[in-house]
């Protein structure tokens, strides 16, 4: 069974950072490419970043660019999520999700509070 | 940026067919995929590459795309299927989601 768990979430000051985690299970890790997503409270789904299966290609959202930063270790199944310089706006849940072009596979998410 | 736009809610009767759509620019040139969100829940994906159906999917679930919009369809709805749908495509390698839809089986 395809697990995906996220971890890390909290509340964090403007200005702080936040390294969110998501740990895979029930599937070839390092096959696929992987994602986060996130959702402010109330609102619609925001794709936010996405790596390849091998980590060598990245990609972001322009809201996001040069703050945030994707990684992955295959050999511990896990992608990272490092949140610098965060922001009010970027409260949210935040979804792990999997694949390339579409997300079959999706985490619970992990919530993140920016607030003083 | 690319954008798609969906229209905020839709209401239809159990047993009636809900059509959902998702416009954007040529829209019809790229892939589209449909996700059903229940409240406290991940989003689930219903559609995917336009018209094809996920394992488990109901056949209830099709879709459609062409010209300048995509349609999820809903034939015979349930109230289960009470719920936030989200249209996606992608763009120059970054995803885009649609504001959401949010369907009232009443």
């Known amino acids: 069974e395809v697990q995906l768990v996220e971890s890390g979430g909290g509340l964090v000051q403007p200005g702080g950072s936040l390294r969110l985690s998501c740990a895979a299970s029930g599937f070839t890790f390092s096959d696929y490419w992987m994602n986060w997503v996130r959702q402010a409270p109330g609102k619609g789904l925001v794709w936010v970043s996405r790596?390849?299966?091998?980590?060598?290609?990245?990609n972001y959202a322009d809201s996001v660019k040069g703050r945030f930063t994707i990684s992955r270790d295959n050999a511990k199944n896990t992608v990272w999520l490092q949140m610098n310089s965060l922001r009010a706006e970027d409260t949210s849940v935040y979804y792990c999700a999997r694949g390339s072009t579409y997300f079959h596979y999706w985490g619970q998410g992990t919530l993140v509070t920016v607030s003083s | 940026s690319y954008e798609v736009t969906q229209p905020p809610s839709l209401s239809v009767s159990p047993g009636q067919t809900a059509s959902i759509t998702c416009s954007g620019d040529?829209?019809?040139?790229?892939?589209v995929g449909w996700y059903q969100q229940k409240p406290g829940q991940a989003p689930l994906l219903v559609i995917y590459q336009d018209s094809k159906r996920p394992s488990g999917i109901p056949e209830r679930f099709s879709g459609s795309n062409s010209g300048n919009t995509a349609t999820l369809t809903i034939s015979g709805t349930q109230a289960m299927d009470e719920a936030d749908y989200y249209c996606?495509?992608?763009?120059?390698?970054?995803?885009?989601f649609g504001g959401g839809t949010k369907l009232t089986v009443l």
């Open positions: 790596i390849n299966s091998d980590g060598s290609s990245t």
């Open positions: 996606q495509a992608w763009d120059t390698s970054t995803v885009v």
């Open positions: 040529k829209l019809g040139d790229k892939y």
